[in-house]
């Protein structure tokens, strides 16, 4: 691998006429994904985003994280960043002097995923031009859209979660990585912060990134290396500060989160900034002229700030997801199919697009090294994130579209290379893995549908579209239900100005209140049910009619048939509405 500084200079390209190509494929595959506003692959975090943005479009709160509608039973304090919610409220905002606030927000739900794929579109084609080194044709262009076919679910309207906008910010951190230009760097640093800033779920690639930088600069000592890591140190130390201020607000400064960005994050991304910004210029002075002096000048002060950080935040230590306990996890993370590798959701009847992408994926990557092998320093750094995505997707289902679009930045290179390629035995090469693993899933590991049973059938909620009108008279107070339905009251609750906040959603941060849904649903113990229960006012279901073994959800089981429960009181007992809410009565309650 060739250890030049860049790729050389800008390609003379037809750029508006690759990033046309890239966008009208784009186009065609979100049209694949059933009608605007109505995607396939929704899920509760775009009902959650939704109903976080309309809380601020409410209050103006901007440095307010907090969810009224969610009581654990203290007010729960959201980790998402305002930086996503932004568009939404400048959009709903801008149409506010022509209508009304919900239909603003509905129309800026539609309007702003579409407009990040066009950011995601731009900068993946820049991205694309400087790898390939040379013009790569409109048809390199249009496979490389059609390679991150499961990408673009991510940009599809009222598609509002974060995923998009991480998507977009390792688009830029690539291009900053790549560029020729001068001060290419800084948009690395820019990128690293504001990804974190947004989630946590970047941080490896970012990671790889920074060090690699760091190494290809020691290893080195090139003039343009350096330039480029010691910008993309001065653009993290200098923003991360005052970036968190305008995100958090002074008060979140000293918060300690170990799962969003707070003081543990801030002091970690200033201070590591500071150091890649200031030690390289300590390599001009004589006692610095090694590899390994230049090295140790990373190491030694990083090794400091990691073990200062590892005293100063031991609630850290367990990761950002300390708080899930096992009752939490057996009844909720572990039924996320997206936590877990790609072999069990195969297993487990997920789609098989989902369950051979990440496979496939590595014969790309087989690919690019077996034909056309990163030629400059920047790209192989590049190389190194995408095998790191691709790794994390097939350990964990939720990375791949991360591993979908690094990967795909290297196919406009890879068709090139591919036509200049005379041996049959290497263009066969990199399939051989991925048709192999292919062949030894399907032979070896039998697909079965999940079994259905009540905590299945508590993922669901038949009440969709009942008549919740029972909250509006009932007296204020907490509500559990199931954690599918809860969604359905937290929204009912916002849109009515309503009192009756949820108990519980599936989130990390919620996960202590996920314990006791799961005690009070699932658990046949009446004194641990008590507990559960007692922070809280009533319970809710939906009656259904359900003929399966009440073991796993006891109590769940038998409110969902009608049938009544020693301490649960039916505020409507006549209701026409299959919505059951039932007050506690925390004395009788069995």
């Not at 948009?187 to 190494?215: D, K, M, Q, R, Y």
């Not at 305008?246 to 300690?256: C, F, K, R, Y």
Request: hydrophobic share 50%; proline share 8%.
């Amino acid at each position: 691998m060739s250890l030049s500084s860049s790729s050389g200079s800008r390609p003379d390209n037809p750029y508006w006429l690759l990033f046309g190509c890239f966008l009208l494929v784009g186009a065609g595959l979100l049209l694949m994904d059933g009608p605007p506003g109505n995607s396939y692959l929704s899920d509760v975090d775009d009902i959650a985003r939704r109903l976080q943005i309309a809380d601020l479009l409410r209050d103006g709160q901007w440095h307010d994280p907090s969810w009224p509608f969610l009581q654990t039973p203290d007010v729960y304090q959201s980790p998402w960043s305002r930086l996503v919610d932004a568009p939404y409220v400048f959009i709903t905002w801008a149409l506010s002097p022509f209508m009304d606030t919900d239909s603003g927000f509905r129309i800026a739900r539609l309007v702003v995923p579409p407009l990040w794929f066009v950011v995601y579109a731009a900068l993946t084609v820049r991205v694309m031009q400087h790898l390939t080194g040379r013009t790569p044709g409109a048809i390199p262009v249009a496979m490389a859209a059609l390679a991150s076919f499961l990408v673009m679910p991510e940009f599809y309207p009222a598609r509002i979660d974060h995923h998009n906008v991480q998507l977009v910010l390792m688009m830029a951190l690539s291009l900053g990585l790549v560029s020729p230009h001068r001060h290419a760097g800084l948009l690395v640093g820019l990128a690293s912060f504001l990804s974190i800033a947004v989630g946590l779920e970047c941080t490896p690639f970012i990671a790889i990134a920074l060090v690699s930088l760091g190494l290809v600069a020691v290893w080195t000592g090139e003039a343009g290396h350096i330039r480029r890591f010691r910008q993309a140190g001065l653009s993290l130390g200098l923003l991360t500060l005052p970036g968190s201020l305008v995100l958090i607000g002074p008060a979140g400064l000293g918060q300690v989160y170990c799962d969003a960005i707070s003081a543990p994050w801030i002091l970690a991304l200033s201070v590591s900034g500071g150091i890649i910004a200031l030690a390289p210029r300590l390599w001009g002075m004589t006692a610095f002229s090694s590899r390994a002096a230049r090295f140790s000048s990373l190491a030694m002060p990083g090794a400091l700030l990691l073990a200062g950080l590892w005293i100063a935040f031991p609630q850290c230590h367990h990761g950002p997801l300390y708080m899930v306990d096992p009752v939490a996890k057996e009844f909720w993370l572990s039924r996320v199919l997206q936590e877990h590798d790609f072999i069990r959701l195969y297993a487990e009847g997920g789609p098989r697009v989902l369950v051979f992408g990440p496979v496939a994926l590595t014969g790309v990557l087989i690919a690019i090294w077996t034909w056309t092998r990163p030629r400059t320093a920047s790209a192989g750094v590049l190389y190194a994130i995408a095998v790191a995505a691709v790794v994390l997707a097939l350990l964990q289902n939720r990375n791949f579209p991360f591993a979908a679009s690094f990967a795909a930045l290297f196919v406009p290179g890879l068709v090139q290379a591919y036509g200049r390629i005379s041996s049959l035995r290497t263009r066969v090469v990199p399939l051989v893995v991925p048709v192999l693993a292919i062949t030894v899933i399907i032979i070896a590991i039998r697909r079965t549908d999940p079994a259905i049973d009540l905590i299945m059938v508590m993922k669901g909620d038949a009440c969709l579209n009942q008549d919740l009108s029972v909250l509006d008279t009932a007296p204020p107070g907490t509500v559990m239900a199931p954690p599918r339905m809860s969604f359905t009251l937290a929204e009912y609750n916002q849109t009515s100005g309503g009192h009756h906040p949820v108990a519980s959603l599936p989130f990390h941060r919620a996960a202590p209140s996920i314990s006791m849904v799961a005690q009070t649903f699932t658990r046949d113990d009446a004194d641990g049910r008590r507990e559960a229960l007692a922070p809280f006012d009533y319970v809710a279901v939906c009656r259904m009619d359900l003929e399966l073994d009440r073991a796993p959800a006891p109590l769940f089981g038998a409110l969902a048939a009608g049938e009544n429960w020693p301490g649960l009181i039916d505020v409507a007992p006549d209701s026409g509405s299959r919505f059951r809410l039932m007050r506690i009565d925390h004395d009788a309650l069995q």
